[in-house]
């Protein structure tokens, strides 16, 4: 079993739809949960970042942290063509990112 | 601002021919630096960090090596490809190892393809 496990998609919703972009993980000990969008042919980058439990707002997006579920989501409002890409969750249980665990990646694609 | 360079975008290489990508970063100093292998399906996988110059940490025990000769430039090699070195590899940076306030800054990758 995999530490981190993510759906791979495609997820395919018109334009407009909300998002939901999930992560579930095997370790109770992790803390520290990111997010990072990636465009094709490029590299990641840090879309939000929660500590703990609880939800972060940034924009159209949301971060969701569920420690006893050992879920996590990122939710997207208003989805926007150019939010098509691969979505990575990556997460630890230190603020260290040596030690971060990545999902596979979610691609997602919104159709105009 | 900093910025990330790292080439080449796309390789392909014979078996058993070596391997060196290299990856500079511009405007800051004395950053952590990181080589990381994307694989279809599978997540970012951390293969070698830096937190100084000559100061290199192995992950995963493999068929690559890692050096920093200078601050902001690591190099990723190997002296003897194999089909399973395959994959798309990133070069990241960050200003320091803890995550919370120094996220990781990618590069836009090489493909590379052993034949």
């Known amino acids: 079993q995999k530490e981190v496990e993510q759906d791979p998609g495609p997820l395919s919703v018109p334009e407009g739809a909300i998002v939901s972009l999930n992560c579930t993980y095997s370790?109770?000990?992790?803390?520290?949960f990111m997010w990072y969008r990636q465009y094709s042919r490029k590299g990641p980058e840090l879309l939000m970042y929660t500590y703990s439990s609880g939800n972060k707002e940034d924009g159209r997006f949301t971060a969701q942290v569920d420690k006893s579920s050992k879920y996590i989501s990122l939710f997207i409002r208003d989805s926007q063509p150019s939010d098509s890409a691969t979505y990575l969750c990556?997460?630890?249980?230190?603020?260290?990112?040596?030690?971060?665990?990545w999902g596979a990646g979610t691609k997602l694609i919104i159709k105009p | 601002s900093q910025t990330i360079h790292q080439w080449p975008a796309t390789l392909v290489q014979p078996v058993g021919s070596p391997l060196s990508l290299e990856c500079t970063v511009e405007?800051?100093?004395?950053?952590?630096l990181y080589w990381y292998r994307q694989a279809a399906g599978r997540g970012l996988q951390l293969l070698f960090y830096?937190?100084?110059?000559?100061?290199i940490s192995s992950e995963v025990p493999q068929n690559l090596s890692a050096s920093r000769p200078q601050d902001r430039q690591f190099i990723l090699s190997s002296k003897k490809l194999l089909l399973s070195d395959s994959g798309f590899y990133l070069c990241?940076?960050?200003?320091?190892?803890?995550?919370?306030?120094?996220?990781?800054?990618f590069g836009n990758g090489t493909r590379l393809t052993v034949t």
């Open positions: 990556a997460m630890s249980p230190g603020d260290s990112n040596y030690q971060l665990i």
């Open positions: 405007g800051t100093s004395n950053p952590n």
């Open positions: 990241a940076w960050s200003v320091d190892g803890g995550s919370y306030n120094s996220p990781l800054h």
């Open positions: 370790n109770s000990a992790f803390q520290y």
């Open positions: 830096s937190v100084g110059i000559g100061q």
